[in-house]
């Protein structure tokens, strides 16, 4: 079981409280008419699925009710740091800086 | 019969009790034994090995190991007449008064069973026989004769224990735990670990599988004196000494009957301690067993190593041992496990072993070594106890039907080769030792192979887990002791604390001499030479496999079931491995090492279920009309985690009869309907109308205060997923409903985009399912029934037509009250605070009562809605169905909402796609099965393509026919069309109509 830290509450919480969410960074148009069919579909069911590490959303449905994002690694399941929905991307170069790592 | 002593019990020595003695049965016969002992023990010092038969040719099988690796004495455990146990290793039952045990895998008896006549099972069986055998030749094709007889006398033949029939009579619990260091394992470095990091100040948690703290220290010689103390202290010693220092530190918890079975993502562990098994008759109220989380900061594996059998042809027979287990025996358990003891091994361990029963008068004529080239210090201590060493030795087989009674050998100088028959009633064996880095490799470490120790080793370092002792490649004590003391002195520098501890010189009262290396594998190909002992693998099956094509060791393994099972190859993957690689012509390093999975030893299930069983296992969800329901003698039925009344029964009706009886009281007078399960969420602010009105089909920015709106939700993709009402209570609240079983997701939903896309929108989502009892009254006298207890709102048609909602008192509760319908009668659907709903329900059923009314359930509900062809989400859809699929407009709405693009795309424009319509039966008496097929061809040819299939299918009361709503390609344009449900009785044709059957002008409804 992980342990998540929720930018939100500021502290590592188990992962039974939180609810996973799917790949971040992926913007809902602000006008989803002017799509193209490409783009429609890229936009509902093409995702990165790297083998590494992966920018994605969780809610922390059993805490806070927050949606952020996570850094996680997808092969070691390493997460290296959350932020509150709507922040930019962070640099993972910082972020592992900081981790040590 | 008199009872069998124990002849095999050494006069004095070991750390049983004798001065007790406790009697057991196996298989009914009776023994007896001491406290101290395995139930494996006291077995042996009865003089018995063969205990069980093999998984797959059911061959005896004895005890061979003295630990948790042991692959063949599997016994089932009787307790009482509710407990029994299957796949126990007889090596971990600790001994208790009135203990019942049982072989298994044989049929008549253990002695003469019927599956072992000379091999009649091995030609079924071959590498692969899961994809083979079962498979069944070609030739035979869909014969019946396959799946019903061979297979099953298969799966008879092959297996272990059986699964008890009757119901876990104990309980279990659990327990979340957190500490700095857990220490696994409480052998010499696992116990020097723990005392470095707990006297640097870290709380620490030690665990070790066995009763007893000290791992291999306990199977070591003890002359019972301290001998020549110029080394340092009596290794026994200081055993004794370090437990009573952890036992009186308040931060070290010691564990005991634990066995750690599984690393977890970040020091996460699991483990399942033993509280009532090895009591004989537990105190009652004592859980069996408790399955501990831990979480820990930094984790000390000192998990030791196991011994590996040898490879040679008849290696299983009872009686053949491992070298260490013999020695644990003895020195432990005070039990000779022969009187004629044959050594057969490639490393120098076993020579310490045999050393001891020379000592403690075991004949021991011969010490055969496969290596060709031997000598040191161990082998020069066996020669001068007086026992033979013959070096370059090949043992080409052994004999003994229930036990070994020879070893054949092949031995001498090039040249002058002989071939001798070594009569002998034991044989140790000792193939060198594997570390057991399970737990290393659950961790994410990647044990990588040495050459030098002959073993796979842990390498990378895995951040907060430090390999100790035997599993980290140590070979004697002081190494050992060293590794541990530097573990836990790690461990602590990683919490920041400061470690004084010195590291003890402890003198190894009986030092096993020499390397416990082992040679590399070599062993010819054999129906008998065994590698997987648990699930009867042999050379040949390796063999084979690697002739069939296979590289990758995680193939052979599958293909084989070698390592497989509740063993994970404890005992058998090295030699796997090396025999593969040997095959394969390629380094082990190479071939690799398989997957090391939890559990190490087999978890109950009622360990990892603790309390979550029987009525905890899930919350069951009631209504606040549940009780009155049930005292009614309702039906229930599951709807997630609610259960709802179903039908209400009369004492002569049937559940068909009540539900036709319901639904005809509804349309010709009313009907009372539990409603409370519905989900229910207030939507609150500013921007309350327009989050709304993005997240549904229907248009909500303009709905009017005081108006409710039956809503479509869609995903992005533009599928249906939900549905419900959606009332403006002012004009910056509502109350939205959801399906029942959609509460929960449509909330996460609407909070998702409210909290990530529309953050331009001001406003709150609250669930308020459970704060409002709703019960619905339908029916064309549903206003008579309400108006007399109604105060504060005036429902009459012309005020509060279809589609309202007002607020008002009811019998002096406040409530809200919709006048909505999902029966297509007069309906209304009123809102109270949960804790009024009982006495409200109550009040309104009466007054239906007066008026000739019901109460209804579920199924009447269900029914009543399809006469009117209103949907089912999740039962009439599917996840693929739109708006239009469904008759839903989806044009007039000019704004963005969730899901709008996707009705663009191509393929949601065709015409062909699924419709949904209404079925008619050409029998008005046959109701349809759902599910069912529809196509054009009354016998369609196989292959063929369904026209559409049956979503809902009911007896209508109130048309007298059978009524069935369905998915029907282009099915709109179809309403008049013959189509066939093709069943096995025969085909039953349809036509296609309209999905509303009663009422198309809706004056019932608005009435």
Sequence with gaps: ?101 | MSRPTQRFRTAAGGRIARARTISFQFDGRRYTGHPGDTLASALLANGVHFVGRSFKYHRPRGIMTAGSEEPNALVTILQGRDRQTPNVRATDIELCEGLAAISQNRWPSLAFDAGALSGVLAPLFPAGFYYKTFMGPRFIGSNWLWPKLFEPLIRRAAGLGRAPASRDPDHYVNRYAHCDVLVVGAGPAGLAAALVAAEAGATVIVSDERTEFGGNLLSAFDAGHDGDLSAGVNAHRWREQSLAALAANARVTLLPHTTVFGAYLQNFYGLAERLASHHGSPPPGLPRERLWQVRAQEVVLATGAIERPLVFSGNDRPGVMLAGAVRSYLNRYGVMAGSRAVVVTDCDTSYAAACDLKRSGVDVPLIADLRSDVGGAAIDAAKQAGITVEAGVNVLGTTGRHRITSVLMELGPAGARERRAVPCDLVLMSGGWTPSVHLYSQARGKPSWSEGAQAFLPSDPVPHVHSAGGCAGTTDLEQALRSGAEAGAAAARALGLTVSAEIMTVADPDPVLGSRAGAPVMAPPSADAFIDFQNDVTTRDIQLATQEGFRSIEHIKRYTTTGMATDQGKTSNHNTIALAAGMLGRDVAVVGHTSYRAPFTPVTFGTLATTARGSLFEPLRRTPIDAWARAERATFEDVGQWQRARTFPLRSENQQQSIQRECLTVRCAAGVFDASTLGKIEVVGPDAATFLDRMYLSPLAKLAVGRCRYALQLNEAGFVIDDGIVARLAPDRFHVTTTTGGAQRVLTLMEDYLQTEFTDLTCWLTSITEHWGVIAVQGPRARDILEPLIAGLDISAATFPHMSVGTGEIAGVPMRLFRVSFTGELGFEINVPSNYARDIWELVEQSAERHGGTVYGTDAMHLLRAEKGYILVGHDTDGTVTPEDLGFGTGAKKVDFVGKRALARPDMLKSDRLHLVGLLAEDPQHVLEEGAQLTQAASPANGARADGHVTSAYMSPALGRSIALGLVAGGRARHGERLFVPMPSGPIAVRISTPLFLDAKGARLHG
């Design chain 1, 1 to 101: 079981m992980l342990l998540i830290p929720c930018p939100y509450c500021e502290e590592p919480r188990p992962e039974i409280e939180f609810r996973y969410g799917g790949e971040a960074h992926i913007a809902r148009s602000a006008d989803p008419t002017g799509l193209s069919d490409a783009a429609l579909a890229d936009y509902l069911y093409f995702r990165s699925n790297p083998k590494g590490w992966h920018y994605e959303r969780w809610q922390h449905q059993s805490g806070c009710g927050r949606f952020f994002n996570a850094v996680r690694h997808t092969v070691t399941d390493r997460i290296i740091g959350t932020y509150k929905a709507g922040e930019p991307k962070p640099d993972l170069a910082l972020y592992r800086v900081r981790a040590g790592s």
